[in-house]
């Protein structure tokens, strides 16, 4: 492989970060989505549990793709971890309280049979899944908007914000986006994997979730076009060593549009989060579950895709000093390490996607509550 330049590795290593985050929005994004319908599409103690396990055998497989992504962020965008996992830390341990609400709502819910106790652990469980779903976005408005952090000239990092400081209204209309957008995948899903009236209501939030989402994302998309984005000024070495502060970045409103003007076929993205929550409504109201599923999972890979084309070759621009923005081709780990790394990615991520694919063919089928009540180990 010694013909992939540093600038190759570059660009891939940020192509398979979009994958690993557009394989975590998809499969654990209708955990989350589930979590977050739960109390609402379930209304006895018999259809929840159903809900429960929809979902239970497979969510821990699906939040590999979280560990994945941030194992990459880690090894191949040093910086980008250094910055995030620092700056955002309240907000990330935040995330990862309700995180961990999904699994103790798992095992302990239906260990006790008092009302009171199981449906606690219902409405945590849809903290768990409302409070992540709420913050990635929160996350992804802040990367567009710019995290307020500075270098000195030995690259030690200072951040400048505060938890609160993250909620600004564009970044919570983001958030708004990532929950509507995750709320229509949970319901595509219980739709497959139900029936009666819980596969009912499951459809019925598709439709208004996706409808939802649509005009959250048309707002959203409106407003980026006025929001300031950022611009590399002059020529920046694609293959130079790591070094935020080799540049020089401006600011300029409308900027994050410049992708789709230079690069027309980028608006494919977009297209595709708009067009697969149509077609998740048309499935949805013509009961064609899988098909509702299918265009959910469309939408999502849009709506994340268009994030991240928007920002390229950014990764996470500084407002407070932009030349000391984090973009692919000052951000990364040395040549050595990210062709390393490739060779184990090409080698595992295929032994990964195999086993999942073995585990939802084993568990296909619906859930139903005589399934449940027949299952010894049933959640």
């Given at each position: 492989m010694s013909y992939l330049t540093y600038e190759h590795l570059r660009v891939i290593w940020w192509l398979l970060l979009g994958v690993l985050l557009i394989g975590f929005a998809v499969t654990d994004g209708f955990d989350l989505g589930t979590g977050i319908l739960l109390p609402f599409v379930a209304k006895t103690d018999?259809?929840?549990?159903v809900v429960l396990n929809t979902v239970g055998p497979v969510w821990?497989?699906?939040q590999v793709w979280l560990?994945?992504?941030?194992?990459a962020i880690f090894a191949a965008w040093p910086l980008v971890y250094a910055v995030a996992f620092s700056g955002f830390y309240l907000a990330m341990l935040l995330v990862l309280c309700a995180l961990i609400l999904r699994p103790a709502g798992f095992k302990y819910r239906s260990k006790l049979e008092a009302p009171r106790w199981r449906e606690t652990w219902d409405w945590?469980?849809?903290?768990?899944?409302?409070?992540?779903?709420?913050?990635f976005g929160v996350a992804v408005g802040n990367a567009l908007l710019g995290a307020p952090f500075t270098f000195d000239d030995s690259?030690?990092?200072?951040?400048?914000?505060?938890?609160f400081g993250l909620l600004t209204p564009f970044?919570?209309?983001c958030g708004l986006v990532s929950v509507a957008m995750l709320t229509m995948h949970g319901g595509a899903w219980l739709a497959v994997k139900t029936e009666g009236r819980i596969a009912a209501r499951a459809r019925t939030a598709t439709l208004y979730a996706a409808l939802v989402l649509i005009v959250l994302f048309a707002l959203a998309g409106l407003w980026v076009s006025h929001l300031d984005g950022y611009q590399i000024v002059g020529t920046l070495a694609h293959d130079a060593a790591s070094n935020p502060l080799g540049k020089t970045v401006t600011r300029k409103a409308g900027q994050w549009l410049a992708n789709y003007r230079a690069q027309p076929w980028t608006i494919l993205a977009p297209l595709l989060g708009f067009g697969g929550a149509a077609l998740a409504i048309l499935a949805s109201r013509a009961h064609l579950a899988i098909g509702a599923f299918l265009a959910s999972s469309l939408s999502v890979v849009g709506v994340v895709a268009t994030a991240g084309l928007s920002l390229f070759p950014f990764l996470l621009p500084s407002s407070t000093d932009p030349s000391a923005s984090l973009t692919v081709w000052d951000a990364s780990s040395s040549q050595t390490t990210l062709l390393i790394m490739l060779i184990a990615t090409l080698i595992f991520v295929p032994i990964i996607l195999a086993y999942t694919s073995f585990i939802y063919a084993v568990l296909r089928g619906k859930v139903t509550e005589?399934?449940?009540?027949?299952d010894h180990f049933s959640y």
């Open positions: 018999g259809e929840r549990r821990e497989g699906n560990i994945l992504g941030g194992g945590l469980l849809f903290v768990g899944g409302l409070v992540p779903a709420l913050i690259l030690r990092m200072t951040y400048h914000g505060t938890l970044a919570l209309l005589k399934k449940v009540e027949a």
